[in-house]
């Protein structure tokens, strides 16, 4: 059971590993950048562009770029927002008490809701309420959540 439970674990090494090239690779390839504020703004010359560029590491090829990012990620420095100019570290920290609350508030809803109904359902096999309760399980499981959400959203 160990030896099994460790080679899962060291299965999720190189897993996390491609993730993380993909995660990067996708922001670098989103339109716009960390520069597209300050290149708009007409304030700033080509040179001081340049500047920014080089103090970002922008100019570096993109393995170095990725060596540095994960580097940075696993000392848990995930950087300063561009937008707010303040480590995202610290605003997630701010907002992490909150969705958790809603996240153990929602769960706590959810289990004191589906337990009795599995009960309900486990008792009475093959009838109407268990049919009708597996039938929306799956419809339930089968919607896109963004889509529920919005659905949600323009309904309350």
């Known amino acids: 059971m160990t030896t099994y439970a460790l080679r899962r674990i060291l299965q999720t090494i190189p897993i996390l590993f491609i993730i993380s090239i993909l995660l990067f690779l996708m922001v670098r390839s989103a339109p716009g950048g960390p520069l597209t504020a300050a290149r708009r703004n007409p304030n700033i010359s080509k040179e001081q562009l340049e500047v920014i560029e080089e103090k970002l590491g922008l100019n570096d090829p993109l393995p170095v770029q990725y060596g540095r990012w994960l ?36 769960f706590l809803v959810t289990l004191l809701i589906a337990i009795p109904i599995g009960v309900y359902s486990a008792i009475k096999p093959y009838s109407f309420f268990d049919n009708l309760i597996t039938t929306l399980s799956f419809a339930g499981q089968s919607v896109p959540v963004y889509w529920l959400g919005l659905l949600l959203i323009v309904v309350f």
């Open 71 to 106: 580097g940075a990620m696993l000392k848990g420095d995930m950087g300063d927002s561009i937008k707010f100019r303040r480590p995202v570290a610290d605003m997630i920290a701010e907002r992490l008490p909150a969705t958790l609350l809603l996240f153990g508030v929602g």
